[in-house]
């Protein structure tokens, strides 16, 4: 069995900082490309960050500068680092992976964690 357990959500004030993590758990071998989407109510799930395994990373427009995404995979984690948020930051903040590889050989595509709520409000 596979997970994708994000944290690290919550409410901040305009201007503050949070940093979301996501573990990946289970008898995995590799994982490539990993990234992080949200989903504004009444909105599409968009990307906002990903980074492959060889940690490249790219960035939606609408973060760049003020994101950072990294991730360990000894640990098979991926985090993401907010600053400088905006209202237009909130979100629920969802963990991707972009395909899951287990000591079995068996594959695990497209998969998604549960979400992790952001709010930023004064």
């Known amino acids: 069995q596979v997970q994708l357990v994000e944290s690290g959500g919550g409410l901040v004030q305009p201007g503050g900082s949070l940093r979301l993590s996501c573990a990946a758990s289970?008898?995995?071998?590799?994982?490539?490309?990993m990234g992080w989407y949200r989903q504004a109510p009444g909105k599409q799930r968009e990307l906002v960050a990903r980074?492959?395994?060889?940690?490249?990373?790219n960035y939606a427009d609408s973060v760049k500068g003020r994101f950072t995404i990294s991730r360990d995979n000894v640990k098979n984690t991926v985090s993401l680092q907010m600053n400088s948020l905006k209202p237009e930051d909130t979100a629920v903040y969802y963990c991707h992976a972009e395909s899951i590889i287990l000591h079995s050989g068996t594959v695990y595509p497209d998969y998604w964690g549960q979400g992790t709520q952001v709010t930023v409000s004064s």
């Open positions: 289970g008898s995995i071998f590799k994982i490539n490309a």
């Open positions: 980074i492959t395994r060889g940690s490249s990373p």
